[in-house]
């Protein structure tokens, strides 16, 4: 039996390939994201007001993608073994990776938030959206600081 619970930390490899899948996907879409603003900006000679919002888009794009593969290695570093990455790349426990899952929520709701600032259209749909996104960014970031364990 304590053989079979040892080797049973290779599942997370489902996970990590599931995860390294979906970051190349996501790295693909913010790719075709970024040649159709190019393509706006040319056509429009710059003149288009959608080339800001596409721009970003993208950002929020790779954001999200570099976030999926930081959980990728993480999760390979955690249960697998130790990689050379850079430091930034890695949680070493639970708690690391939830508070960087944590930080990628609020830089894109933050993301999210300016989308919808530039496209307003109901100043009081802007604030509720804008009150919920700071309620949410301020619950994850109490939880990254008295969550810490000493």
């Known amino acids: ?39 706006l900006v040319f056509e429009s000679a710059g003149k288009d007001a959608g080339i800001t919002i596409e721009f970003i888009e993208i950002v929020d794009s790779f954001l999200i993608a570099t976030a999926i593969l930081i959980f990728a290695v993480s999760l390979y570093e955690l249960f697998i073994g130790p990689l050379e990455l850079p430091e930034w790349m890695l949680a070493h426990n639970l708690y690391e990776l939830k508070g960087k899952l944590s ?16 496209e307003i259209k109901d100043t009081q749909d802007l604030l509720r959206t804008g009150v919920a996104i700071a309620l949410i960014s301020a619950v994850l970031i109490a939880f990254g600081y008295f969550g810490k364990k000493d």
């Open 103 to 118: 930080s990628m929520i609020v830089l894109v709701m933050a993301v999210k938030f300016l989308q919808k600032l530039l």
């Open 1 to 39: 039996m304590k053989t079979l619970l040892e080797k049973s930390k290779y599942l997370a490899i489902v996970g990590v390939i599931s995860l390294l899948v979906a970051a190349v996907a996501a790295f693909a879409w913010g790719t075709l994201k970024t040649v159709a603003a190019v393509m």
